[in-house]
């Protein structure tokens, strides 16, 4: 079955600190993944995607994510936190299903960033 | 600029009452998703649609009902038989180059 799974609930980091959130998926075919970010009562931004390629993969806001098919993880790092980085991070891997496509999410993870 | 929007951004609700969510979107999407999100429990699927006229039943369809007039318009409507409707809602809309959804910036619905 596919799915996505996010380990950590919560994490919390002093700022200026580096961070990886955790990220490991199950599918069966070639992984579209990504990576989300929302604020408290804001809709989901999108941070980065893989499709293909070089398995490093840079986004915006500082955030890079590595793929690593042998491990079927796809982390998301920042090598310096900042205060405004504090949100909810999700997951997650776009599939085929019955002839629809749509993207599966992992639970997220809540960041706190303590000054 | 092209985007998606959901309206309104706080509702309520009455017990037994229906209630409709819009969302509309000018990115020339086919695909949209309605999502709905709890604390703690991450985003669970609605019901989505690839096409005009055509939807499918997500994972927690049961009390929600949608419609797909317009390409660019995919209402839910959250009905009495919702027993316990009161969550944030997320829409959400994609192309077919499989390069993620597009989301609005959801409803927060309250029963009162």
Not at chain 2, 22 to 49: K, T, V
Not at chain 2, 83 to 104: E, I, V
Request: a positive charge; aromatic letters at 14%.
């Amino acid at each position: 079955a596919q799915s996505v799974t996010q380990p950590d609930i919560h994490i919390t980091v002093s700022e200026g600190a580096s961070l990886e959130l955790r990220c490991n998926y199950s599918y069966g075919a070639t992984p579209y993944l990504f990576w989300y970010v929302q604020s408290p009562g804001q809709g989901l931004q999108l941070l980065l995607k893989y499709f293909s390629g070089d398995t490093l993969v840079q986004g915006i806001k500082g955030f890079e994510a590595e793929f690593k098919r042998s491990q079927s993880s796809f982390n998301l790092r920042k090598p310096s936190v900042h205060w405004s980085d504090a949100a909810e991070y999700f997951c997650a891997v776009w599939v085929l299903s019955g002839g629809y496509n749509k993207l599966i999410f992992g639970a997220g993870t809540r960041l706190a960033v303590h000054p | 600029d092209g985007g998606i929007t959901q309206s309104p951004k706080y509702l309520f609700r009455k017990e037994g009452q229906n209630v409709t969510l819009s969302c509309e979107q000018n990115l020339n999407h086919d695909a949209m998703y309605w999502y709905r999100q709890d604390p703690g429990q991450g985003l669970r699927l609605i019901y989505y649609s690839q096409i005009v006229n055509d939807f499918q039943k997500g994972d927690i369809a049961e009390g929600y009902s949608v419609s797909r007039e317009k390409k660019e318009s995919f209402p839910l409507t959250v009905t009495s038989a919702q027993k316990n409707p009161t969550a944030f809602y997320l829409c959400a809309s994609a192309s077919r180059d499989k390069s993620g959804y597009t989301f609005g910036s959801g409803t927060r619905l309250t029963v009162v």
